[in-house]
Structure formats: structure tokens, C-alpha cells
């Protein structure tokens, strides 16, 4: 348990009674207040760690809810909220989520939406922010992406930021996104900690690979697991009709390889699964391109599912990296694609591959029920934390509970699959596909 601390940052001592209409008595058919001292042990496992131990404030982390007594004067509050990074479904979800639960629950009255990422606080883009009220967030949720815009990059202007944040009079700063997004919150908060002001983030975790540490899912991974079941499907169906029919789908997950790991369990119609965190050869004994061949010879057909960061070793380095920092990578479908037509041409074996990359499809996509009831729930517990005057945190999901993360924790690493876990040996299972593809 070491290296762990769950402490969550406040702005000051909570004197306002909170507006939302809850209880305190137990027993009374009314939804109760959360109080600090509700706590989620992170370790649930054995292991021989002593409960005393685990119960210490930096190891368990705090029950997400609204609060008896909150910090911000809501009439006085000027809340503003940002979307960051690539589309994923479930956008539009979050940003009603909020707007609702400050409006009705609290009585916030001025919501601003940023638009179109970071870049939406600098002044040398000129642009407006958006009024956010009931009205117009009614029916977002049904429509995907953002009614706000998104981009990449600018985290590295965290003092202009703060500048911008400053001159709007903005109390409460409602970060949507992932990885880099979540590491641009935190350099925010540094500095409005630095200047001494009474400014809360809050972090909604945003990551279509689900790769954030400490958070049992991102909103938007189940509907991007069930849009590309239907892209596998179609692979499957492709493959089985052709002369020695191969089917190739590319799905999102540049260091994480959780949608396709899902969706292979999801469907059952995948024959192998290749994910950044398991390495591959593509030639000799046990490299794919036999195996496939093998496969080919005796079925007459097979469906691969790739996740975009598998396999970047065998792709020459781009040397590039896009707005966010990010490393651009080789695109492995199209790699593959080639690599196993050349191999079966120089072995004179008809084949028919049929190539599927749903990648924008599946991000532009409307989130799924699921994913709804997700959002709906982030949104509203962010927003209690934030009106408690909670800082430097996001709301996640650990145990099937909703708690307080420090944004510190979810960004420290990148949550991965465990190639030795019990995840990738169910899929193993549900291929059949070898242990290793590793000469």
C-alpha cells in the first residue's frame, strides 16, 4: 500500500447549509447527506494487510455526495466547464448532468461553457463563452460529441489559464477529459494554489481506452465496446463469406488495449487479439503471420482485432507528436493489412481481407443506456464536490462506488492490461488464439 494517498484538497471550512433537499435521520424514506467520514477501501483483497492500516486517510478514498453544509454561496457562483481532447460518447451527457444539478439542486445561475478546449480561455482565439442553463442542455444528450467543441493541447499554458479564470470571476473550473487533460486540471490547480485563490476543479475522467489509474471506468467505453461489436461483426460476417476471408478491425487504444480485450469477449467471433501490452512477431514459427496462415489453411477464414498501439515496434518511428503531446503512431491496420497480403501472395494462397477502422464512427456516437446512467451520475457528484469546496480532484468509480480521487493519483500511470492477469486470460480463452506470438 505504499505510495498511495486518496487525501482530498479543501478550499476553506464549509459554513453554508446546503440547498439540496436531503436528510441527515436515517429511516425516514429520504436520501441522506454523505458525510467526509464515509470512506472506500481501494484494497478489498486479503494480502495480509490489516484493516487499521488500510482505514488511514491517505489509503481510503472519500464517498462522492452532496455535503450538509457546502462552501460556495451558490447565488454568488460562477461555474465554468470545458471539454478536452478527442470525442468520445457520452459528452454531451456530462455537460447536462451538471448544468442540471447546479441549477435545480443548488440555484447556480451562471454556468459558463468554454468553447472548444483550453484554447477557449486564451484571449488570442477571440472566443465567446457559451450560456449554460436548462434550456439550452435539454436534449444534448442525444445528439454525440459537444455542444461546447473540443481540441488538444494548450495544458502547457496553465498561467494564462488562471489569468482567464481570474478575469471571469470563475468559482468553480469543471474539467472534461483524460490523460492529458486531467494533467492540465492539475497544473491549473497548482496555480490558483500558488496565487492563494478559491477556485475548485473537478475532473470528469474522459478516456475512450479507459487508461486512467484509479478509475474503474470512463464514461463512454461500453458504448465504444458495443459499436465495435457491430464493426466485428460485419468482419466476421465478411470473412466467413470470401475464399480464405480475413477480416481486420482497428480499434482505439494507443497504450491500453481494454476496448478490444472487451469487445473479443463481448462477441466471441475473434480469432486473435492484439494489444500494445502484449508484444508480437510477425515472422517465424511463432510469429502471426504463420499462425495465421495455419489458421487459414485449416478454417478458411479468421477476424483480427487491433487495438492502434499494438505492435508499434514493427512500424517505423513517425518522430511526430500531436497538440497534446502525444507520440503519433504508425497506423498497424493498415501495416497488417499489407504485411499479411504480401506474405500469402509470396505463398501463392488466395486470400480476400476485408479492412474495418470504426474509430470516428464509434467517438461521434451517441452514448449508450449505460453510459447515460454514468454520465448522469458523474456529472451531479461532481458537482457536490465542487460546491463543497473539494479541489484538485475527479470523481471515479472504485467498487462500484462513487468516490473523490486526487487527480495526482489518476494521472500518476496509465492503467493498463495485465498480460499475467485474469482479463487477457479470458481472452486467450475466448480466441484460442496462442499464449504468445513471440518466437
Known amino acids: 500500500m505504499e505510495g498511495l494517498n486518496f487525501t482530498i484538497e479543501k478550499l476553506g471550512d464549509r459554513k453554508i447549509a446546503s440547498p439540496v433537499p436531503l436528510s441527515n435521520l436515517k429511516n425516514d424514506n429520504q436520501a441522506d447527506f454523505v ?16 484493516l487499521e492500516e488500510a482505514r ?35 459528452l454531451n451527457d456530462v455537460i447536462r448532468a451538471i448544468v442540471m444539478c447546479l441549477w435545480y439542486r443548488y440555484g447556480v445561475r451562471r454556468i459558463s461553457g468554454i468553447r472548444y478546449g483550453l484554447r477557449g480561455f486564451l484571449p488570442e482565439f477571440a472566443m465567446p463563452t457559451m450560456d449554460l442553463n436548462p434550456n439550452v442542455v435539454s436534449e444534448i444528450h442525444t445528439r454525440g460529441g459537444t455542444i461546447l467543441g473540443s481540441s488538444r493541447g494548450f495544458g502547457h499554458r496553465s498561467l494564462d489559464v488562471v ?55 470512463s464514461f463512454g467505453f461500453e458504448t465504444a465496446v458495443s459499436k465495435a461489436v457491430d464493426s466485428v461483426s460485419t468482419a466476421h460476417v465478411e470473412a466467413f463469406c470470401a475464399v480464405n476471408g480475413i477480416g481486420i478491425v482497428k480499434v482505439m487504444g494507443r497504450q491500453s488495449g481494454f476496448i478490444a480485450a472487451h469487445t473479443a469477449l463481448a462477441i466471441n467471433d475473434v480469432n486473435y487479439v492484439l494489444v500494445p501490452e502484449v ?20 478454417r478458411h477464414h479468421a477476424v483480427l482485432l487491433i ?133
Not at 35 to 50: K, M, N, W
Not at 188 to 216: C, M, W
Not at 411 to 421: A, F, L, T
Open 279 to 298: 508484444p508480437f512477431d510477425l515472422d517465424g514459427q511463432n510469429g502471426l503471420l504463420t499462425i495465421l496462415e495455419q489458421r487459414i489453411i485449416n
Open 307 to 439: 487495438a492502434e498501439g499494438a505492435g508499434q515496434d514493427l512500424i517505423p518511428d513517425t518522430n511526430n507528436v500531436d497538440a497534446s503531446g502525444n507520440k503519433v503512431f504508425g497506423d498497424i491496420g493498415v501495416f497488417l493489412k499489407d504485411k499479411i497480403a504480401e506474405h500469402f501472395k509470396a505463398k501463392n494462397i488466395e486470400v480476400n481481407i476485408r479492412y474495418i477502422d470504426p474509430s470516428y464512427i464509434i467517438r461521434g456516437t451517441p452514448a449508450n443506456a449505460n453510459d447515460a446512467i454514468y454520465c448522469q451520475r458523474l456529472g451531479s457528484n461532481a458537482v457536490h464536490a465542487a460546491m463543497a469546496g473539494k479541489t484538485t480532484l475527479l470523481i471515479s468509480l472504485i467498487h462500484n462506488h462513487f468516490v473523490h480521487l486526487p487527480i495526482q493519483m489518476a494521472v500518476s500511470c496509465k492503467n493498463v492490461i495485465n498480460p499475467e492477469g485474469p482479463l487477457w486470460r479470458d481472452v486467450i480463452d475466448a480466441t484460442g488464439q496462442p499464449m504468445s506470438m513471440k518466437n
Open 56 to 90: 488511514s486517510h491517505e489509503q481510503v478514498l472519500e464517498l462522492a455526495g452532496p455535503r450538509a453544509r457546502i462552501y460556495f454561496d451558490p447565488t454568488k457562483t460562477h461555474a465554468a466547464i470545458v471539454t478536452c481532447g478527442g470525442l468520445c460518447p457520452g
Open 35 to 50: 458525510s467526509d467520514d464515509q470512506f472506500v477501501l481501494y484494497h478489498i483483497e486479503g494480502g495480509g494487510v490489516l
Open 163 to 217: 489569468d482567464s479564470l481570474e478575469r471571469m470571476g470563475v468559482n468553480i473550473l469543471f474539467g472534461i477529459g483524460g490523460d492529458g487533460t486531467q494533467k492540465g486540471m492539475l497544473a491549473i490547480a497548482t496555480e490558483i494554489k500558488k496565487r492563494g485563490l478559491k477556485i475548485a476543479v473537478v475532473g470528469i475522467p474522459k478516456t475512450i481506452d479507459n487508461d486512467l489509474s484509479f478509475v474503474q471506468k
